[in-house]
């Protein structure tokens, strides 16, 4: 599944991201060129996914406005440092996670069993984008946070596994 | 651990050094520093990261520094710390930010859970924070192993181009104990406020 890069770099800079703080994956990979071509938006690269949450953190507090970009992957990797920002600091943060073969259905990919359920226990309110037709949903939901103070989740679903 | 074992300075006279430095900058505190510090500094820009996720205060003044490129922002580590994200040393210098100082302490324990030796502690290699932060970049890499080489460099470490990476040798602390320093939202409030006002 394609989801095209100026088309979604429009969608974030419509929304106001000042920084992606990112890690990614084959779905979110693509959008590196339109990202690295916004006038608007710095592109941050971390080395573990737990960082992208303490540097998105760090921004939010100093007062810019980030986004983390990740894979599910990664979510589970860097869920010590999600719980502390997101909880403990009680930051209103926003991520695109990158939803490992959810487009398969017949994929055994334990990430793919585990990503919506981990979501869910921690809270997070989320929302899946399965096309390019859905990224509209994406800054629909992102807008709906941000009125609501909490952080949220859009999960951008592939289906390579 | 840099420097031998009869050099290792107090951390609380480690970091007394950097009172009279620090100036206007941001300071993240966390671990042993974070217990140290407030007795030392009450000033409106400290932070200290209680509650932490371990090992990610410098992506937090990394995030600080690129949303505040005008104003310096030094964070106080421990070597614990700094093993579980030796990949933000490479982070930090592919970010560009330069208004960063990242200062380790080094005592070769995790204070926290009752002194038990980290694994660079007991590696048969001479592990080399310095060499991480030099071979990931950093402008400025310097390490101190005692006391006095700390108070006769520390100024002109803080005044070199960044980003910067400091190592100091500390002794270990036997009774570790850290008390919350209060209600985090409050703090974080607090600390927004003076940002904005600075």
């Not at chain 2, 090992?55 to 995030?63: R, S, T």
């Not at chain 2, 995790?110 to 950093?138: C, I």
């Not at chain 2, 002109?156 to 985090?184: C, I, K, N, W």
Request: net charge negative; glycine share 8%; proline share 6%.
């Amino acid at each position: 599944m394609d989801y095209p890069g100026p088309q979604v770099v429009e969608i974030f800079e419509r929304l106001g991201f000042t920084h992606v703080v990112w890690l990614p994956d084959t779905a979110l990979g693509p959008w590196e060129a339109a990202i690295e071509a916004s006038n608007q938006i710095q592109l941050i690269r971390v080395c573990r996914e737990g960082e992208a949450w303490a540097i998105a953190a760090g921004l939010f507090l100093g007062g810019s406005s980030p986004l983390v970009v990740i894979q599910n992957t990664g979510l589970f990797e860097s869920g010590d440092a999600m719980r502390n920002v997101l909880f403990d600091l009680s930051m209103p943060l926003l991520a695109v996670v990158g939803y490992r073969s959810a487009l398969n259905a017949q994929s055994t990919d334990s990430a793919r069993a585990f990503t919506e359920p981990v979501l869910a226990a921690w809270g997070l309110d989320t929302v899946i984008v399965s096309s390019a037709d859905e990224l509209p949903k994406m800054a629909e939901h992102f807008e709906r946070c941000r009125l609501a103070g909490e952080p949220g989740v859009v999960l951008v679903a592939e289906g390579r596994m | 651990m840099a420097g031998s074992s009869t050099s290792r300075m107090p951390l609380a006279a480690a970091l007394e050094v950097l009172v009279p430095l620090r100036e206007d900058r941001i300071v993240i505190t966390t671990m042993g520093a974070a217990r140290e510090w407030p007795k030392l500094s009450q000033h409106p820009l400290d932070l200290h990261y209680i509650p932490s996720a371990m090992g990610e205060a410098p992506a937090l003044g990394l995030g600080l520094a690129l949303a505040q490129p005008k104003r310096e922002v030094l964070v106080l580590n421990g070597d614990g710390c700094m093993l579980m994200n030796l990949g933000c040393l490479v982070t930090i210098v592919a970010s560009g930010a330069e208004n960063l100082t990242l200062v380790v302490f080094d005592n070769g324990i995790y204070e926290v859970t009752g002194g038990q030796r980290t694994a660079a502690a007991v590696s048969p290699a001479q592990v080399d924070f310095a060499g991480f932060a030099r071979a990931s970049g950093f402008a400025s890499v310097r390490s101190f192993a005692s006391l006095a080489a700390w108070q006769s460099g520390a100024a002109e470490m803080l005044a070199l181009p960044g980003p910067r990476f400091a190592v100091l040798s500390v002794e270990p602390v036997d009774d570790y104990q850290l008390t919350s320093p209060g209600p985090m939202s409050e703090r974080l409030a607090r600390f927004q406020q003076a940002l904005a006002a600075a």
